[in-house]
DNA sequence: GCCTTTCGCTACGCCTCGTAGCGTAACGCC
DNA sequence: GGCGTTACGCTACGAGGCGTAGCGAAAGGC
């Protein structure tokens, strides 16, 4: 998330946040406009207002930059208490679909993804940012239905469900939205939920 | 997959045809070297023995020729019958997760598709080219499926499932190899064709 | 008030893009 | 076999992005 580390010097001159703020606004607001491919770094510094170099000091690469613009907008998701799991899944999937109606995590997003495939630092930095930090929801979701008691404890959970339901859920939604660019409408997160749900409680029947 | 999709003279030289196959295999040359990001027309246009310009005259852009390069490694993927439903998705499962091991599909599929969300012509070529087609599998797997009596007939099944279907199958691969970026090994296959299984068999009990 | 670091700015070499123009090569048709 | 048509290889070009270097000025810590 943040752009360097800790690892900076005490003296001299420090870094403007200010800079940092507009830098990544700047960012979202040019994928926007022109999407991934087209957005180049000298513009968003004009945008930002400040100089290429600036840019350069803080981001080695466009990959890198676009990633932390995008990622705080993940941060948005929740996962409040609807008062059964099939409300608490259909809700959350609404909200992520939401998200892929952006156009700036649209067209980024598969884009850092497609470069990270090349650039194992890069994937690093995607899943500490983006990826590990939202199985959160996958975890609060569970925690919350085995209170419920919707789900048996955790004691009785094969290792990696979290993993694999997490998948499941970001990965059908994505593909339905961005590959087969069809709406993510409420029949549709419905079905899915349903489906879901009924393997989850067969695997919960027989370990 | 065609080039140029019909109309074209029946005079003068043709094209030749030696020429297109040598640019999609260099096409695919070129991604396991270079990856997306840095493959360039003019490199692709070296490897195969032809100029640049010949290259334009076929393809608009980088993209559409990545497209048409790719997809027809996704005609490799073949569903042989296994006997049960459970093996025959496990097997598909596992021949989709080995084809985005290669290291071209794996850094062109997100790339193209990050691409289309800005490029309708380009979306419309990639449904037609690799996702309308591959559908094809989860057809065939369903008709098996019904007449092994394991899936109730077509007339008890809502529509739009087998596409229900294809997001969560594809969407949870991919999502595991290219953004988790972990292993499609045995036990996850075993897993998620479990979790799958178990929610088929949950809506067929209850349509 | 000095030292350190960042800042904005300008300029640069390098590369890729996509196109234009040329002469030549290969085919269908008569 | 000749003619018309189209594709081909080649060269060259302007446009534009990349990433870096070097400068003087500004903004903090001590």
């Known amino acids: 998330m943040c752009s360097a580390p800790i690892p900076r010097s005490r003296t ?3 870094r403007s946040a200010r800079a940092d703020a507009a830098i ?3 960012t979202r607001a040019a994928l926007v406009e022109l999407g ?3 957005l180049t770094m000298g513009d968003v510094a004009g945008r930002a207002g400040v100089a290429k170099t600036t840019l350069y000091r803080r981001w080695a690469s466009k990959n890198e930059l676009v990633v932390d613009a995008v ?3 993940f941060d948005e998701l929740e996962l409040p208490d609807r008062g059964s799991l099939t409300a608490d899944i259909e809700g959350v999937v609404r909200q992520f ?3 892929l109606e952006r156009p700036e995590t649209k067209t980024a997003l598969m884009a850092v993804i497609a470069e990270s495939t090349r650039d194992e630092p890069l994937r690093e930095r ?3 940012s983006i990826v590990e930090r939202q199985k959160r929801l996958v975890l609060e979701g569970r925690r919350r239905a085995q209170a419920r008691g919707e789900l048996p404890t955790t004691s009785g959970t094969a290792p990696g469900t979290d993993d694999l339901i997490f998948d499941v859920i970001a990965g059908a ?3 339905r939205a961005l590959v087969s660019a069809e709406p993510v409408d409420a029949e549709w997160v419905r079905r899915f939920t349903a489906l879901l749900l009924g393997g989850l409680a067969a695997a919960a029947a027989q370990p």
Do not use: N, T
């Open 12 to 14: 001299g001159r420090p």
């Open 24 to 26: 990544l606004e700047a």
């Open 36 to 38: 991934w491919s087209k």
């Open 71 to 73: 990622a705080v907008l």
């Open 97 to 99: 679909a939401a998200l």
């Open 126 to 128: 995607i899943r500490v």
């Open 173 to 175: 939604v994505v593909h």
